[in-house]
């Protein structure tokens, strides 16, 4: 038995962490199986330190951790295994999130840098929109590594919805009308 846990540990140090990679059509999937997380108690960590480090845990269920104090970072890395461009939405489900910071690495050189959350002005956001999202356009076979910095006063969710960009906005249309035609004046 020991001998399995040491190999199954070896294997794991051995082949790195796994990629999400999206082969055809994607409509939404939530990340939490492929998202790796570390909770930066000290609050001294750097996007940089995430991108290589060795020792993240492998969020489980939904993505959603229970109330715990001081930021977390988690890491998630797509692969577009497809010969052409994708438009994704990536959103984080847990309405209230104060902080979000994402940094969008492809060969592990930053991309794009994203201030995302609820105690952040709208005007710093390129996406506006019930959730803390952004767009990611994808190019045919090419490799992304997203790493975000969360930070909370409550309950904290790491994962990543990620969604067809056509899909979100005729999902996010209906729900909007929907809302609309239900308000009534009196």
């Known amino acids: 038995m020991r001998l399995l846990f040491i190999t199954f540990s070896l294997c794991i140090h051995l082949f790195g962490y796994d990629a999400f ?10 990340s939490a199986p492929y998202t790796f997380y570390i ?34 970072w988690s890491r998630l890395e797509i692969k577009n295994g497809t010969d052409r ?19 969008l690495y492809k ?31 994808l190019e045919a076979d090419a490799a992304y590594t997203i790493v975000s910095k969360v930070e909370n006063y409550s309950i904290v969710n790491l994962s990543w919805i990620l969604s067809d960009s056509n899909l979100f906005m005729t999902e996010e249309s209906k729900k909007l009308g929907t809302v609309n035609n239900s308000v009534s004046i009196w």
């Open 21 to 30: 990679e999206i082969k055809s059509s994607l409509e939404n999937f939530n």
């Open 39 to 72: 909770q930066d108690k000290n609050n001294s960590l750097s996007s940089e330190d995430i991108l290589t480090h060795q020792d993240l845990t492998q969020l489980k269920r939904n993505g959603q951790l229970a109330n715990m104090l001081s930021p977390f």
């Open 107 to 137: 060969n592990n050189t930053l991309e794009k840098k994203y201030l995302l959350g609820d105690m952040r002005k709208q005007s710093s956001k390129e996406t506006l929109g019930r959730y803390a999202m952004f767009e990611l356009l």
């Open 85 to 103: 461009i994708r438009h994704l939405i990536l959103y984080n489900i847990l309405p209230g999130t104060n902080y979000i910071d994402v940094y």
